[in-house]
């Protein structure tokens, strides 16, 4: 009869390979199309953000990318194939806040958000003061704790005995900061993520500072600034072009995460910025800090983020390999690994 592989004829090798590829034709196209449909979740959100009149508060029901109508399965293209590991039933805080940094919102967490409720965690996206849904005029936020109020709503808020996990990316580090100023009980730790983590008495301008100039120097000559109480006032914030934003911020992240950033990012308040921060050893010094680097970053560099950890050392510090300064885009999964690994420290 002899092996049966040899005894095929060429149609039956044709047609063995042809069903095979359609099956992964079948599934690649699955994964394409869930990926596809999340990527408009977020986009048509984003374009209809000025009809909101709710602030994304990152509850179930207006999250975007959320998995509450639909669970996860096999094919899921954020599950890789492999089931949620049994080690994380073990991770005891399960809450995590993400804070976006400077013209972002809640929105850029959307992959993060999918992957941590996948893994059962809980995870709150906070829009704040002025940027994302959250409807205050940028112009008029010129403080952190401003700037600052939604995330410090939400921890006053908190029952005495539970605490959460803070993420806070670029600028908004200084908001996980003065947080952990005012609420160190309230926060088992503080992952900064390519942010600024700033000792006492510095502004998180200063972090930006190599990139932009020095703030009195920005502040005179920045073609980027807007003058929102009219050209013979102090400027009120400012926002970047397209082009300089993407080579900044997105020189690894996927086109349609940059199209979507295009159209979500609001003007940055100045105020909130170039305020130097008060913090205390007794209550930000006694909090867990954690610090993910991010290596092909442009506009905080590997270099500015390396002086970070040396000036204000944390507690251990993560590297991440080829992201751009939006690790939430360009390496959601290493991004996710991460928090997973944090929050696994005891």
Known sequence: MGNRFTCMTKKDTRDNHGSRSKRM???????????????R?????????????????????RRIGSTSSRRRNLSDPFSNGKQVPDFLENIKLKKFVLVHGEGFGAWCWYKTIALLEEAGLVPIAIDLTGSGIELADTNSVTTLAEYSKPLISYLENLPEDEQVILVGHSSGGACVSYALEHFPKKISKAIFLCATMVSDGQRPFDVFAEELGSAERFMQESQFLIYGNGKDKPPTAFMFEKQQMKGLYFNQSPTKDVALAMVSMRPIPLGPIMEKLSLTPEKYGTGRRFFIQTLDDRALSPDVQEKLVRENPPERVFKIKGSDHCPFFSKPQSLHKMLLEIAQIP
Not at 27 to 34: D, M, V, Y
Not at 41 to 53: F, Y
């Open 25 to 39: 034709g079948r599934s690649q196209r699955k994964l394409l199309a869930e990926e596809e449909l999340l990527h």
């Open 41 to 61: 979740q977020a986009l048509s959100m984003a374009l209809q953000q000025h009809q909101l009149s709710q602030r994304f508060d990152g509850s179930m029901s």
